[in-house]
Structure formats: structure tokens, C-alpha cells
């Protein structure tokens, strides 16, 4: 190929923003495309609206080489990628995806695409969510028979997305094989792991698969932290010890599950599948009830502290994002629990080093809550809360440790 496809991408965050700014330090014409006009605006002037290690600089050369431009409108491109987030429906019962911004995206770029086009979704997608772009750019007037047509899902790791949406595996899944060849090709372009074929529903399912068998496990190790707790054991020193069988990996328990993939993907197959998805189904119900167990034990600790005070307990809270070293907050399991601890006759601060405020939160720096608490939670195992020194104070100061910190 002569001459490199120009692309338009479609939401402009967590994984939309690094992509754009990868495929033009690639030497890809890149334009992005997003609602949030404050976003779309610091995007232009070099500035991401995200943390991620290593996104500014590269964003920084992409704006700068002129590469790379973004707005609120769809401009007519070679490739569209689709990359806005696939929240749960409002409503009682097993949480179903919305694929409003999806149908959204898709219906915005059908005016613009023509014959020879790729059109690729890489939103995290319940199965069928593939053809369902199909079938609405060709409501929208676009032959589809004409262009190409696949699901990639992204498979990467917060704090580390710079490299791992370079160096991972892809999967590509067309609706037809000619789809998936043309679109592997595109990938091939750029991704130096190995790209891999298959159809549209597997590639959806497999994306779905990944995250829920972490899921699984992770729901194995949170139990097992109830079950410890409860019999007077060190859940780390558990752990660790049955790790050293040379057959055995129990993943560390946490405050819970966050984030946008492991504790949103399980529930897509489980809304499909509600009879058959028994285990994936306990396991997402095991991490959901982790957070409240944990504000039962702070809660706890904090009425014992109250009575010998005669004062109602100062909380703080060490991390509120979902995982270590990051700003996203997206379903957190810390966040919750400290919300929650905030219905509760206690005055509450949190500390969170990757993020400035917090709405409704009083966020002040890790050394305020060890000097002002009287009884402090460590809810991410974030590195600041790691080193050395700060784990010793924590330890002197009998700090709760929900995430391995002291480990």
C-alpha cells in the first residue's frame, strides 16, 4: 500500500486517545472524534484529558507533527474505528449492555463511508454487536458489500497501554472473510504482536472470555479473604503459601473489581445467557458484595476507635481509582466503599495521588490522612502506598490493608 489510509476515531478516552496518537506518531492521518468539546479542545492543544504513562508526550509529537487533529464532527476517512463506551441499561435485575453509543457512532459515520472503507469496532461488545453495525450502516445508504466490516477488541492493561496496544496479540473477526482479511492487513500495519482471524461473534466472545475468567478468579481470592478474615487467618500469608505448589496461581484478593472490562464484560455474557452462566454469574456477585464486607471492617474498626475517642472516628482512605497507578475511577470499588463509609456518622478523607478532585470528596495528600485519621483503610495498592517508608508508618498506625500494600 502506497499510500497509508487515513483514519477517523470515533471517542476519544481510554483507549480511543492512545490509539489516535500511536497511529499518528505511525505516520497515519488520524482524526478524532469525540462529544466533550473540554476534551476535544486540550486533545488540540497537545494535552490529554486522561493520565496514562507515556500518552502525553507521544500526543504532544502527534498534534505537533500535524498528524493528528480532533473535534466533535466526523470527517470522511479510509478507516473508522469505533471506540465509545458500552454501559449497562438502567433497571432491577442482571445488568444488560447499552449499545446506545455504539448505534450512535455507527449512524454518524454512515453518510461519510464509501466503497473500499474499513469500519472497525473496538468497544467492548456483547456478541452479535458486529453485525449489528452492519446492519445499520447499511440502514444508513452504505453498501456494505462494498467495504470492509470487523470486530478488535482492545486488550490491554491501564498503566501500560502505550506498549501493550503495540506489542499484544490482536484478534480480528470480519462478518466475512474478506472483511477480515483486508482489516488484518491494516493492523499488521501497525502492531508488531500477531494479529489473528477469526469470524465477527468469536472475536466478541473472546474478548468477553478474557475478562471474565479474571473475573473468576479474582472472585476465588476475594472469597477467600471473607473466609480468612473470618477464621483468624493471613489471607497474604495463605496465599502465598499455596502458591508455591508448582500447580497452583491464587490471584490476590482486593477491595473489589473495577474498571470498564473485568467487572462490566461478565455481566454481557451472563444477559444473554442467564441459565447457563452459573459460575461467571457467582463470580460477579462474590466481587460486587466484596466492597460493602470491606466497609463492614472499616466500619467496625472505626466504632471500637469511637468509643475509646469518645468522638466519632476520623476515616481515611488510601487510593479511590479502580487499580494501582492510574486515574480512572470507572466503577471502583474503592470509590464505592468510600462513598458508602460517607453515609456513615464519620468524617471521611481520601487520598488519591493520580487524580486533583474528586467530586463530593474531601481529597487531601497521603501524609494528611496518616496525620489526621484515626483509622486508616489502604483501598489500592497504589506505589506511593508501597514503598518502604510509607508502608512502615502504615503498619505502625495499624492501617487496614484491603489490597496486599504491606505484603
Not at 466503497?115 to 445508504?141: F, K, R, W, Y
Not at 462494498?146 to 470486530?151: G, L, R, T
Not at 473475573?215 to 479473604?225: G, H, K, M, P, T
Not at 477491595?255 to 470498564?260: A, I
Request: glycine share 8%; net charge negative; proline share 5%.
Amino acid at each position: 500500500m502506497s499510500k497509508k489510509r487515513s483514519i477517523c476515531i470515533i471517542g476519544l478516552g481510554y483507549i480511543g486517545l492512545p490509539t489516535a496518537a500511536i497511529l499518528a506518531a505511525r505516520g497515519y492521518e488520524v482524526h478524532g472524534v469525540d462529544v466533550k468539546q473540554e476534551a476535544v479542545k486540550k486533545i488540540n492543544n497537545g494535552e490529554a484529558h486522561i493520565f496514562e504513562p507515556g500518552l502525553d508526550a507521544c500526543l504532544k509529537a502527534a498534534i505537533e507533527s500535524g498528524l493528528l487533529s480532533a473535534s466533535t464532527e466526523i470527517v470522511p476517512c479510509d478507516v473508522y474505528m469505533i471506540c465509545v463506551p458500552t454501559p449497562f441499561k438502567g433497571g432491577d435485575g442482571i445488568p444488560e449492555p447499552d449499545l446506545g453509543y455504539i448505534e450512535a457512532a455507527t449512524k454518524s459515520i454512515a453518510p461519510y463511508v464509501k466503497a473500499g472503507d474499513l469500519v472497525i469496532l473496538e468497544s467492548t461488545s456483547p456478541v452479535g454487536a458486529t453485525e449489528l453495525v452492519e446492519q445499520l450502516l447499511s440502514e444508513g445508504g452504505v453498501a456494505t458489500s462494498e467495504i470492509s466490516i470487523a470486530y478488535c477488541p482492545e486488550r490491554v492493561l491501564p498503566g501500560n497501554i502505550m506498549t501493550e496496544l503495540i506489542e499484544n496479540d490482536r484478534i480480528v473477526g470480519g462478518i466475512n472473510q474478506s472483511s477480515t482479511d483486508a482489516i488484518v492487513e491494516f493492523y499488521e500495519g501497525f502492531v508488531s504482536g500477531s494479529v489473528v482471524p477469526t469470524s465477527a461473534r468469536t472475536a466478541e466472545m473472546c474478548k468477553l472470555t478474557e475478562n471474565s475468567f479474571r473475573d473468576v478468579n479474582i472472585a476465588f481470592a476475594n472469597e477467600l479473604s471473607v473466609i480468612c478474615e473470618r477464621e483468624g487467618i493471613d489471607v497474604w500469608e495463605l496465599i502465598g503459601l499455596a502458591n508455591r505448589h508448582p500447580r497452583v496461581n491464587v490471584l490476590s484478593p482486593g477491595t473489589g473489581v473495577g474498571g470498564h472490562c473485568i467487572a462490566v464484560d461478565p455481566w454481557f455474557i451472563v444477559s444473554r445467557n442467564p441459565e447457563d452462566a452459573k459460575l461467571i454469574k457467582t463470580a460477579r456477585d462474590v466481587n460486587d458484595e466484596k466492597p460493602e464486607l470491606v466497609v463492614q471492617k472499616i466500619a467496625s474498626v472505626a466504632k471500637e476507635k469511637s468509643k475509646v475517642l469518645g468522638r466519632p472516628a476520623r476515616i481515611g482512605c488510601l487510593g479511590l481509582a479502580f487499580k494501582p497507578d492510574i486515574d480512572d475511577l470507572r466503577e471502583s470499588p474503592a470509590l464505592q466503599v468510600t462513598r458508602r463509609l460517607m453515609k456513615l456518622d464519620y468524617e471521611v478523607v481520601a487520598a488519591e495521588p493520580n487524580v486533583e478532585a474528586v467530586e463530593g470528596i474531601n481529597l487531601v495528600d497521603a501524609n494528611t490522612v496518616l496525620s489526621t485519621a484515626d483509622v486508616i483503610a489502604v483501598l489500592v495498592a497504589h506505589k506511593q502506598f508501597k514503598s518502604e517508608p510509607m508502608k512502615r508508618k502504615l503498619q505502625a498506625l495499624a492501617g487496614l490493608d484491603f489490597c496486599g500494600a504491606f505484603v
